[in-house]
């Protein structure tokens, strides 16, 4: 079973920060990739930030810089802090993990699994 928890989202100032959390549950499975993405009403969901299983990050042009992300305390989790947030930083904001799943004949498939999200709004 897989399941993604998210916590952390907020109201917050222009400036301000927040950091947000997610767990993920996915035994006997492998996650390659942790990350957040991000919806804001009538847009598409945009990759903010990854985290592969190697330690390599990746971040969206819009918030290298001020966003990090971060292996969590617990195993299968990961952080996003978010610094000097902008009113266009409002998104709902969902975690993603990316999972091997290995089939009886030996072949491994990618899937993605999402969270439920956690609203990000950014006063100005």
């Known amino acids: 079973q897989v399941q993604l928890v998210e916590s952390g989202g907020g109201l917050v100032q222009a400036g301000g920060s927040l950091r947000l959390s997610c767990a993920a549950s996915?035994?006997?499975?492998?996650?390659?990739?942790m990350g957040w993405y991000r919806q804001a009403p009538g847009k598409q969901r945009d990759m903010v930030a990854t985290?592969?299983?190697?330690?390599?990050?990746t971040y969206a042009n819009s918030v290298k810089g001020r966003f990090t992300i971060s292996r969590g305390n617990a195993e299968n989790s990961v952080s996003l802090q978010m610094n000097s947030l902008k009113p266009e930083d409002t998104a709902v904001y969902y975690c993603?993990?990316?999972?091997?799943?290995?089939?009886?004949?030996?072949?491994?498939?990618?899937?993605?699994?999402w969270g439920q999200g956690t609203q990000v709004t950014v006063s100005s």
């Open positions: 993603n993990a990316v999972v091997s799943i290995r089939s009886t004949n030996g072949i491994y498939t990618a899937s993605n699994y």
């Open positions: 985290f592969e299983s190697d330690g390599t990050t």
């Open positions: 996915v035994s006997p499975f492998k996650i390659n990739v």
